[in-house]
């Protein structure tokens, strides 16, 4: 007798009854059973198989914005057929998939996307997704699938003097005691984490200082400085440099010297 699925699903024993009778007299004897196999079983296959589209390289990081691309596969590993088997992921809430019935060694793959957000890159070494498939009874999760954030932590600080005496630098003009130099002073986060307190200083004007609570990856603050030369800075220097300064304690950025003759 070969056994069928619909034994294992249905049934703790498989009997055997043997009839035996010469039409007048019947002999059946015990019944012979044999226990089915009821293992139940789900196993959960997540991998992370491309960042925006692409195949994911070795050793690559994601920045906000990045699509991940994850392939969930969810197999009966069992013995037992599984019916109504709901499929979910931690990062992708709105994911929500049900297998009406899934056969022994019957797989059925999915993939799901997730944006990478600011907050992940800032607050997380790795972004870690779980997917889940359960029939309320037997759940499988299998092993969590990693994908590494992308760190980077870098301020940039463009400076440029762009008035005289509130009008429009000329090609070759240059400065004499008393003139007022107006800069424009750009700090940009030009990484990929959130950078908070950060300071802004100017080397010309002791008194210039700007805090910057929170600069998000890619955002600029902009910044006027004016600055009055001295009969001292015409005495003494060819050139007057303004060297402008960002820095959060960790993080800092001059960008290049920006001088006048």
Known sequence: YTVTQTDVDNKE??????????????GTGTDETVET????????????????????????KVKAGDKVTYTIIVKNAGTVTLKNV???????TSFEETIAEL???????????????????????????VATATDGTTTGTGTDETVETDKTSK??????ATKINDKAIEEGQKVKAGDKITYKIIVTNTGSVTLKNVEVTDNLVADFKQIIESLASKESKEYEVD???TQEDVDNKEKITNVATATDGTTTGTGTDETVE
């Open 86 to 92: 709901k499929v979910t992921d931690n990062l992708v």
């Open 155 to 160: 301020l940039d600080v463009i400076k440029t």
């Open 13 to 26: 024993k498989i009997t055997n009854v043997a009839t035996a009778t010469d039409g007048t007299t019947t």
């Open 37 to 60: 196999d009821k293992t139940s079983k789900l196993d959960v296959i997540k991998t992370a198989t491309k960042i925006n589209d692409k195949a994911i390289e070795e050793g690559q």
């Open 103 to 129: 056969a022994p060694g019957a797989e059925v793959p999915y993939t799901v996307d997730y944006t990478v957000t600011q907050t992940d890159v800032d607050n997380k070494e790795k972004i870690t997704n």
């Open 227 to 229: 600055y009055t030369v």
